[in-house]
């Protein structure tokens, strides 16, 4: 509560009545007889109250007036959109890759949902390598340090393994993945196994990867929200940072300070899965150069994660014509696509009122899980888009990186993050993951195949939660997970 109090007087945004009022709105549940005021309503205002079904992460924010219907309508067709290889008669699609993982945004956000790993037998389509290699002298350690680049991509495939190409050009290689299964028992003898998955690169088509480069596996996030979590205050998320343990609980919590891509002001990061992006738009700017190989005017390379090994690859014909500007997705095709990616509206909460919902919510409190799933904040008064003014959210996140134990270590750093952070995940928008997108798997690489196998890899400031977790009956264990798929 101390640290509330802080963040709410330290606000530049807030009146003295705002402040008591959201001191008053985020203060920590202590009462689990019954659910808290507006708690269904997750995104606040904006929230998404029609029927849950597989369309649920897929509405736009209940606060969107109509004259922005048409732009949210445009930017939806935008993420679904199929690129095309150049040259091509229909010259606004042209420009995919030259080397790409995927020719539209929706192929890895299906339904603006979360990404999966490969079955047996697939090939990656929503799960990709992500590649780089530490600093090797003081000039690379000092950049990273001042933010200038987040780490060092790999000499000849660059930040990203692409296991697709245009015509005319061959891929980069595949992943492999395999798994080794590990059994867990649980305090009342219950069995749960989890799979360590081990990866590696087969049919490499350039030459070897660099000695010192490693490999993370990176499923797509679900997109809902995040013009919400743009508009938390940077105040009220690192009123929860303690870096150094200072209060001696074992959680650090470390903010993530990166370049925005657009003006190279360092930002508090807290898009991604190590928070290596400071907005919704840096975050799609991203995705449209590695992901699709198509530029934009904050990442305007038309050949994308092309490295200058690649001489072939450099000499293919990009989509840029002159005609139309520079980039290949032009300042109005970025923009509508952040606009949609920003206003997707999170689904209200099922079941809040269920005595065994509101029993695991007073479970994870007691369990320690809040301490880095913070429940809710109160958005800020003077938000970029007045959708996502002074909204009380529960997105179940701080935002900020944790040390996770060796288990979930990819050993890459990314800016501040080490091999072993990763931002906490919201939770908002859990519970429906199966019925949005047919499956059930979380953490960064999809290895939990349920919501007890992602628990039970929790490590390091992490290890605490989970092993509280591991010790309840099985009837307490139900009932927190019960919680969570109300989420």
Same mark, same amino acid.
């Given at each position: 509560?101390?640290?509330?109090?802080?963040?709410?007087?330290?606000?530049?945004?807030?009146?003295?009545?705002?402040?008591?009022?959201?001191?008053?709105?985020?203060?920590?549940?202590?009462?689990?007889?019954?659910?808290?005021?507006?708690?269904?309503?997750?995104?606040?205002?904006?929230?998404?109250?029609?029927?849950?079904?597989?369309?649920?992460?897929?509405?736009?924010?209940?606060?969107?007036?109509?004259?922005?219907?048409?732009?949210?309508?445009?930017?939806?067709?935008?993420?679904?959109?199929?690129?095309?290889?150049?040259?091509?008669?229909?010259?606004?699609?042209?420009?995919?890759?030259?080397?790409?993982?995927?020719?539209?945004?929706?192929?890895?956000?299906?339904?603006?949902?979360?990404?999966?790993?490969?079955? !047996?037998?697939? &090939?990656?389509?929503?799960?990709?390598?992500?590649?780089? =290699? %530490? $600093?090797?002298?003081?000039?690379? *350690? @000092?950049?990273?340090?001042?933010?200038?680049?987040?780490?060092?991509?790999?000499?000849?495939?660059?930040?990203?393994?692409?296991?697709?190409?245009?015509?005319?050009?061959?891929?980069?290689?595949?992943?492999?993945?395999?798994?080794?299964?590990?059994?867990?028992?649980?305090?009342?003898?219950?069995?749960?196994?989890?799979?360590?998955?081990?990866?590696?690169?087969?049919?490499?088509?350039?030459?070897?990867?660099?000695?010192?480069?490693?490999?993370?596996?990176?499923?797509?996030?679900?997109?809902?929200?995040?013009?919400?979590?743009?508009?938390?205050?940077?105040?009220?998320?690192?009123?929860? !940072?303690?870096? &150094?343990?200072?209060?001696?609980?074992?959680?650090?919590? =470390? %903010? $993530?300070?990166?370049?925005?891509? *657009? @003006?190279?002001?360092?930002?508090?990061?807290?898009?991604?899965?190590?928070?290596?992006?400071?907005?919704?738009?840096?975050?799609?700017?991203?995705?449209?150069?590695?992901?699709?190989?198509?530029?934009?005017?904050?990442?305007?390379?038309?050949?994308?994660?092309?490295?200058?090994?690649?001489?072939?690859?450099?000499?293919?014909?990009?989509?840029?014509?002159?005609?139309?500007?520079?980039?290949?997705?032009?300042?109005?095709?970025?923009?509508?696509?952040?606009?949609?990616?920003?206003?997707?509206?999170?689904?209200?909460?099922?079941?809040?009122?269920?005595?065994?919902?509101?029993?695991?919510?007073?479970?994870?409190?007691?369990?320690?899980?809040?301490?880095?799933?913070?429940?809710?904040?109160?958005?800020?008064?003077?938000?970029?888009?007045?959708?996502?003014?002074?909204?009380?959210?529960?997105?179940?996140?701080?935002?900020?990186?944790?040390?996770?134990?060796?288990?979930?270590?990819?050993?890459?750093?990314?800016?501040?993050?080490?091999?072993?952070?990763?931002?906490?995940?919201?939770?908002?928008?859990?519970?429906?993951?199966?019925?949005?997108?047919?499956?059930?798997?979380?953490?960064?690489?999809?290895?939990?195949?349920?919501?007890?196998?992602?628990?039970?890899?929790?490590?390091?400031?992490?290890?605490?939660?989970?092993?509280?977790?591991?010790?309840?009956?099985?009837?307490?264990?139900?009932?927190?997970?019960?919680?969570?798929?109300?989420?």
């Amino acid at each position: 509560m101390a640290t509330a109090t802080l963040a709410a007087s330290l606000r530049d945004d807030l009146t003295e009545n705002d402040r008591n009022r959201v001191l008053a709105v985020t203060a920590p549940a202590i009462d689990f007889t019954g659910p808290e005021p507006f708690e269904a309503m997750s995104g606040g205002a904006s929230t998404n109250t029609n029927r849950t079904d597989s369309n649920a992460f897929s509405h736009p924010s209940a606060t969107m007036p109509p004259k922005r219907r048409q732009d949210f309508k445009l930017g939806n067709a935008l993420f679904q959109k199929l690129w095309v290889s150049s040259p091509s008669s229909t010259q606004a699609s042209d420009g995919l890759g030259p080397l790409f993982n995927a020719r539209s945004c929706q192929t890895c956000h299906v339904k603006d949902g979360r990404g999966r790993p490969p079955l !047996a037998g697939e &090939d990656a389509v929503s799960l990709f390598l992500r590649l780089a =290699r %530490p $600093a090797r002298d003081e000039a690379e *350690r @000092t950049a990273i340090a001042r933010h200038e680049v987040l780490n060092f991509p790999d000499d000849t495939y660059g930040r990203q393994l692409q296991n697709l190409a245009i015509p005319g050009l061959e891929a980069e290689g595949k992943a492999v993945i395999t798994y080794t299964e590990k059994r867990v028992s649980l305090a009342d003898g219950e069995m749960v196994t989890l799979r360590q998955p081990d990866y590696a690169v087969a049919e490499l088509k350039y030459g070897p990867l660099g000695a010192d480069t490693s490999l993370s596996a990176r499923i797509a996030m679900p997109t809902l929200g995040l013009g919400l979590i743009e508009a938390i205050s940077d105040t009220d998320i690192l009123a929860n !940072a303690d870096p &150094d343990d200072k209060n001696g609980d074992g959680i650090q919590g =470390r %903010p $993530a300070w990166v370049k925005d891509h *657009r @003006t190279g002001e360092t930002k508090l990061g807290r898009f991604g899965w190590k928070a290596q992006n400071a907005s919704v738009r840096d975050q799609s700017a991203s995705a449209f150069s590695h992901d699709i190989g198509i530029s934009t005017p904050d990442a305007p390379n038309a050949y994308g994660d092309c490295t200058d090994r690649q001489k072939k690859c450099l000499a293919m014909p990009t989509g840029v014509q002159p005609r139309l500007g520079p980039v290949e997705a032009p300042d109005q095709v970025l923009d509508l696509v952040t606009f949609y990616t920003e206003n997707l509206a999170v689904p209200q909460r099922r079941d809040v009122g269920e005595p065994m919902v509101l029993r695991g919510k007073q479970l994870f409190y007691a369990s320690g899980c809040t301490a880095c799933h913070t429940p809710k904040f109160v958005t800020r008064r003077d938000a970029a888009d007045p959708m996502h003014a002074f909204q009380l959210i529960w997105p179940y996140s701080d935002f900020l990186l944790h040390d996770m134990g060796e288990e979930l270590a990819d050993g890459q750093q990314v800016g501040e993050a080490s091999g072993r952070h990763w931002r906490t995940q919201p939770l908002w928008g859990t519970g429906l993951t199966e019925r949005v997108n047919g499956n059930g798997f979380y953490l960064h690489d999809g290895r939990a195949r349920s919501l007890t196998e992602a628990i039970l890899w929790h490590g390091g400031e992490g290890q605490k939660a989970r092993d509280a977790f591991a010790v309840l009956k099985k009837s307490d264990r139900q009932a927190l997970l019960a919680f969570l798929e109300s989420l």
